[in-house]
């Protein structure tokens, strides 16, 4: 496929990036196939009275036994949201065959209760695989579950939308019922059970019926999985009888009108899946902030106590491939980091006391790049990278005379030991001897043991071959910035890390291309006698 890269830009800080007001010619480009929603005041749910007109305006409209189940009080509110971007439309059938391939899934189906299996997708004619149903490439993917729609997301290096930026999308500034206003029309503006298909639309098929900023298909044709989970509105005092779960909203094209309003939510398990209902896509501002956060989470296990990040400080750059003639994400690349905040130290001797007492380095910023990176040899992943101070802390070594093997695993050989305890996730789960050596460790000298063997590696990349984790030092004469995975193991480090001092200092992740590099600069609010530390290192870059 055609490689059609967005432009690389670095930011500083996620302040930086905010909007305000209304949208306008200022307003950031979205990415192809997405609106741009600016900050906003906007009003969420209905009041009981707003819901009691509507019983009798929508009355020879809708069955008696469909009022309370879809028009349960939603307690109005307003709430204030920042700016984001959201698909245009429903995720496709021909955008989720490109995700499914890329990573090896298998098609969406749903089993209906007389044997029947409905799905999309058919086999190749070779059998061998299989294909989008010849005509249904730009209808809504349908069959998945919440946990489906999450991996497409990242995968795309987005995030689905919390249901408040969902509503916002959908309503904008106003009070409206729907996303095209108040009034209603059984064939003009959405796909509808009044509408008389009884199958999904293409996406895009009524574009009377955006919203204020240009969504498409926010009423009807399929119900749309959000991020957040369905809990009652504050002063909410009907239960509904599906409390917790995911919140789906839209509505789908069995719904009749009063479900297809703009403030209807319904609460579903996650692992649901069905025939009318599917997702589409929001994006934060920034870029790489999505897949940052979500690589925070993922090694939050690893965090100490104390240890606390700011999604607003996120820094780094993307890249964007699309599949020739469309508008469909063939592949997402993102190298960014999240500084750590509000750090404890003031001093040298604060820093050393809490390694002393901790025995543990001090993470300082999470690392995450879905290209390799060398000098040091970084597989792509996520990382908690910290700094250990000269002779603090020790870590897995190579046995002397091994023969390194795949990421350092010394091929049978025993690995020596010498930590206090093992990172978490070691395979053996068994806890190593008492360091042995005194002066000799101190030096950086190595003695042989059989009691620990190197932990293993979290994943297997391009780069893993090259990676040799039993050449960290095992007690640093030096200081140094170590690379822990999720699993608590120590995949690399750089020796006599570049730190600075400076006023007014920015985070940078800047790549350069042409030369293959990338440079990363990052202030983690984190100083030392009295100034303020910045770290900056130029690490060689392929597959960007």
């Known amino acids: ?52 007109a509507l019983f009798k305006q929508m009355e020879k409209k809708d069955p008696p036994n469909d009022y309370w189940t879809s028009l349960v009080k939603q307690s109005d509110q307003h709430k204030t949201l920042g700016a984001f971007f959201l698909d245009k439309t429903e995720v496709t059938n021909g955008q989720y065959d490109i995700f499914l391939k890329a990573t090896g899934g298998a098609p969406p189906k749903v089993d209906v209760p007389n044997g029947q299996t409905l799905t999309d997708w058919e086999p190749t004619k070779d059998g061998k695989g299989f294909q989008v149903r010849k005509g249904r490439e730009n209808h809504p993917v349908f069959g998945v579950s919440f946990f489906d729609a999450q991996s497409f997301a990242i995968w795309a290096g987005k995030r689905l939308p919390t249901e408040f930026e969902w509503e916002r999308a959908a309503r904008g500034d106003d009070t409206r019922r729907y996303p095209w206003g108040n009034q209603w029309h059984d064939l003009k503006y959405c796909n509808s059970a009044l509408y008389g298909r009884n199958d999904t639309s293409p996406v895009g098929s009524f574009p009377e019926g955006a919203s204020p900023f240009g969504a498409l298909d926010m009423a009807g044709n399929v119900w749309e999985w959000t991020a957040s989970a369905f809990e009652l509105y504050p002063g909410n005092a009907r239960q509904t009888g599906n409390e917790g779960g995911q919140s789906i909203r839209g509505g789908g094209f069995v719904q009749v009108p009063s479900a297809l309003r703009a403030s209807v939510r319904v609460g579903t398990p996650p692992t649901f899946r069905t025939h009318a209902l599917g997702f589409r896509c929001a994006k934060s501002i920034p870029p790489a902030v999505d897949a940052l956060v979500l690589a925070a989470e993922g090694l939050r296990g690893i965090f100490p106590p104390d240890f606390k990040f700011d999604p607003k400080h996120v820094i780094g750059v993307e890249q964007i491939e699309y599949a020739p003639g469309t508008e469909y994400i063939a592949r997402y690349k993102s190298i960014g980091v999240i500084p750590r905040v509000d750090t404890p130290f003031n001093s040298q001797r604060s820093l050393e006391t809490w390694q002393k007492n901790n025995k543990q380095p001090i993470p300082l910023f999470v690392l995450r790049t879905d290209v390799d990176l060398d000098g040091p040899k970084i597989p792509a992943g996520q990382y908690l990278v910290a700094y250990d101070a000269p002779g603090s802390i020790q870590v897995p070594a190579k046995a002397a005379g091994a023969d390194p093997g795949k990421n350092g695993e010394a091929g049978g050989e025993k690995a020596e030991a010498g930590e206090e305890k093992k990172p978490d996730g070691d395979a053996s789960g068994e806890t190593p001897a008492p360091a042995e050596g005194g002066e000799a460790e101190e030096k950086g000298e190595t003695k042989e043991s059989a009691s620990e063997e190197l932990p293993p590696p979290l994943e297997k990349t391009s780069a893993e071959a090259a990676l040799d984790v039993g050449a960290l030092s095992k007690v640093s004469t030096v200081p140094r910035l170590v690379f822990i995975d999720a699993k608590g193991n120590y995949r690399a480090e750089i020796a006599n890390p570049s730190f600075g001092s400076e006023s007014d200092a920015k985070s940078e992740v800047a790549v350069d291309a042409a030369k293959k590099t990338l440079n990363l600069r990052v202030v983690p609010r984190f100083r030392l006698r009295g100034k303020e530390i910045v770290f900056e290192h130029k690490f060689s870059v392929a597959g960007w």
């Open 1 to 52: 496929m055609q490689a059609i890269p967005t432009s690389f830009i670095a930011f500083t800080a996620f302040a930086s990036c905010l909007f305000f007001g209304s949208k306008s010619d200022s307003d950031p480009a979205p990415p192809k196939g997405m609106v741009f929603v600016p900050d906003g005041t906007s009003y969420i749910g209905d009041t009981e009275n707003e819901l009691k």
